[in-house]
């Protein structure tokens, strides 16, 4: 049996945070903020393996009222998300993601953003997919007030390959 989950986040760039994307810093004059890392394309994604399996979001999970995960590490959290979803014997087969973003430019930084993703999931690189936009300057993204990801992730249960 094969499922499909989706992910959604935003979070506001505010001065005086560190940029946290895709489980690496990223030197910019802004950071994300939020009651986490508020790294919102390993939330995204998070959010996806775990709506794959029917286990509800990150926040019921890891809610922000607790202050155990005040500034918790994303990675973490999706390595958590990821055991509740192989504790119902699933296996995540794929990720695509996308993030939205005026500034800074994420092509550099793509495919060591895809290497954290796959250690963190034990998966292959090649079942990671980033890619990244810009909203063309419309909204409060395009100017430069936040950051949107997206992702998809593909779960089969285990031993039942595709």
């Known amino acids: 049996m094969i499922r499909v989950g989706f992910g959604y986040d935003t979070h506001q760039l505010a001065e005086g945070r560190e940029f946290i994307l895709g489980g690496i810093k990223l030197e910019y004059e802004k950071g994300l903020l939020g009651h986490s890392d508020a790294d919102v394309l390993l939330h995204a994604i998070t959010d996806a393996i775990l709506g794959a399996a029917a286990l509800g979001d990150i926040?019921?999970?890891?809610?922000d009222t607790d202050s155990n995960f005040k500034d918790a590490?994303?990675?973490k959290l999706l390595k958590k998300a990821y055991e509740l979803v192989q504790h119902k014997e699933y296996e995540l087969v794929n990720i695509?993601?996308?993030v939205i973003l005026e500034k800074p430019k994420l092509r550099p930084f793509i495919d060591e953003m895809r290497n954290v993703i796959a250690e963190c999931l034990d998966i292959s690189i090649?079942?990671?997919?980033i890619k990244a936009t810009t909203n063309e300057k419309m909204g409060f993204v395009g100017k430069g007030?936040?950051?949107?990801?997206?992702?998809?992730?593909?779960?089969?249960?285990?031993?039942m390959r595709i």
Request: hydrophobic share 40%; proline share 3%.
């Open 96 to 98: 695509d993601s996308t």
């Open 59 to 63: 926040g019921a999970h890891f809610p």
């Open 126 to 129: 090649d079942d990671i997919s």
């Open 145 to 159: 007030e936040g950051c949107v990801a997206m992702a998809v992730a593909l779960i089969q249960k285990i031993n």
């Open 73 to 75: 590490d994303s990675k």
